[in-house]
């Protein structure tokens, strides 16, 4: 420890009374750290922890005060020394003489988080700054978020990409992109919002997320505009898969690839609606081994348990695969069902037949736009354990009401769904999930932080919270 800063640390805390020993328990160097408080100054809004540069705590990182069902402050690390720290208090703390505990998240950690984050949430950020050319931009992410060279990424405005670019300089918090227009009537402007492209989760799955710029009749099946190159992965008879938010609209197959936009054609048959500008397009993984998991639409059931499914050998799918159908229950619908299995009869380049084997109580049979994954390569599924109480979108951080049957986890990485409002449209970036870390976990109730770069908490406010969960088999 240096002799300075321990005698600076001293003075800090010399009219506290020494407390407890220090409890200091920390998942090593975790992320989200847990350590005993060994002496508080009430006045200068002090407090004195019993970790430090050891346990990979810095200056600048974020703590809070925090007993068994209580969170009564907040700071910012400002002294340190190899076994303990010293934080700034930036809110006014509420007197806790319970409370003895304080976390700690570690930002450095956060950076090797980013590829871990969920389907959908990405990086997402804005644009500050744009010279008079508009060929490059300043944006408000950096290295410490998880950002790093030659990173694609893709500008939005109100939801519809605009443009893209590649990081081209990165410092801490800040980074330079350039840009390349995708649309003739906007270009890009400060507090356009920017994302990471394509998400982590779907980059580690094969798959590539873009949006629908345009739409032309076809007599064959309408023709989509996408954003997104050979470059990113499209390849000419690859399946796309459209949504409008959570709901179904259809697949496309790719028929034309150029720079920057390529073009999709609907498949009617086993399409739900027409599509329209701004749907969500979600391009399929390559068939090659080893297979990716792959959700596909039941598009037509015959009375003899036969049915058609929207996936085939651009898929990978082969005669004799299985796909098993999963549906909500009732009763706990953030517990799947299995509806049927299905065996793979003929194949097709975009769709397959297969015979249906009722399972369960066969009460439920399969129905239209039923969704069928392949067995073996389980698609995540989401469960709710609660929706957001109370936002302070300075600190980053909410106050969950969880389900009293949910297990929470100090640490454990969690997705937030925003609630849609008609008043959010105009706002940069529009409505867009994110992703949090949950670092106090209380009864039925919780504390989460959003680091930045990983949601806007303005958005936080009655969102539903989700942890992944493992499919029944």
Not at 47 to 65: H, K, N, Y
Not at 191 to 203: T, V
């Amino acid at each position: 420890m240096d002799t300075a800063l321990l005698i600076l640390t001293m003075t800090i805390l010399a009219p506290v009374a020494q407390a407890d020993p220090p409890r200091s328990t920390s998942a090593g160097h975790g992320v989200v750290l847990k350590a005993g408080i060994t002496a508080q100054d009430p006045q200068r809004r002090t407090a004195a922890i019993g970790l430090g540069r050891e346990a990979g705590v810095r200056v600048g990182d974020p703590f809070w005060i925090v007993s068994d069902s209580r969170v009564y402050g907040r700071g910012s690390i400002f002294l340190i020394t190899d076994t303990a720290c010293v934080g700034q208090l930036t809110s006014n703390p509420v007197e806790a003489p319970e409370a003895r505990t304080a976390l700690i998240v570690r930002r450095a950690g956060l950076a090797a988080l980013r590829d871990q984050l969920p389907e959908p949430a990405t990086l997402r950020g804005q644009l500050t700054r744009l010279p008079p050319g508009r060929r490059t931009g300043w944006l408000n992410l950096g290295r410490a978020c998880g950002l790093r060279e030659e990173d694609p990424l893709l500008v939005r405005r109100e939801g519809i990409p605009i443009a893209r670019g590649r990081i081209a300089l990165l410092e801490d918090d800040i980074a330079l992109t350039t840009l390349q227009p995708l649309v003739g009537n906007a270009l890009p402007q400060p507090g356009d919002g920017l994302e990471l492209w394509p998400a982590p989760a779907l980059r580690r799955n094969g798959q590539l997320n873009s949006a629908v710029l345009a739409v032309q009749a076809h007599r064959e099946g309408a023709l989509v505009t996408l954003a997104g190159t050979a470059e990113d992965g499209l390849v000419i008879g690859r399946l796309v898969d459209l949504y409008r938010g959570s709901e179904y609209v259809g697949v496309a197959v790719v028929t034309a690839i150029s720079e920057p936009l390529s073009v999709a054609q609907m498949i009617e048959s086993a399409s739900r609606q027409a599509p329209e500008v701004g749907d969500t397009a979600i391009i399929r993984p390559s068939p090659a081994p080893p297979l990716k998991p792959i959700l596909a639409a039941v598009f037509r059931v015959a009375p003899d348990q036969y049915c058609l499914v929207a996936a085939g050998e651009s898929d990978g799918v082969a005669i004799g695969d299985k796909f098993i159908v999963r549906r909500p229950d009732p009763k706990a619908p953030s517990r799947p069902l299995e509806i049927a299995e299905l065996t793979v009869k003929t194949v097709k380049v975009e769709h397959c037949g297969a015979d249906v084997k009722p399972l369960g109580d066969g009460e439920s049979k399969l129905a239209i736009w039923d969704f069928a994954e392949r067995v073996g390569q389980p698609v995540p599924r989401w469960q709710g354990i609660g929706a957001v109480r109370e936002v302070d979108t300075q600190a980053r951080t909410a106050i969950l009401d969880a389900d009293a049957s949910s297990v929470l986890i100090r640490g454990q990485m969690v997705r937030w769904l925003p609630v849609a409002q008609e008043s959010s449209k105009g706002s940069p970036g529009g409505q867009a999930p994110g992703a949090a870390l949950l670092i106090h976990p209380m009864l039925n109730q919780a504390m989460l932080y959003v680091p930045p770069g990983w949601g806007r908490p303005e958005q936080l406010e009655h969102a539903r919270i989700e942890v992944p969960v493992t499919p029944t088999k």
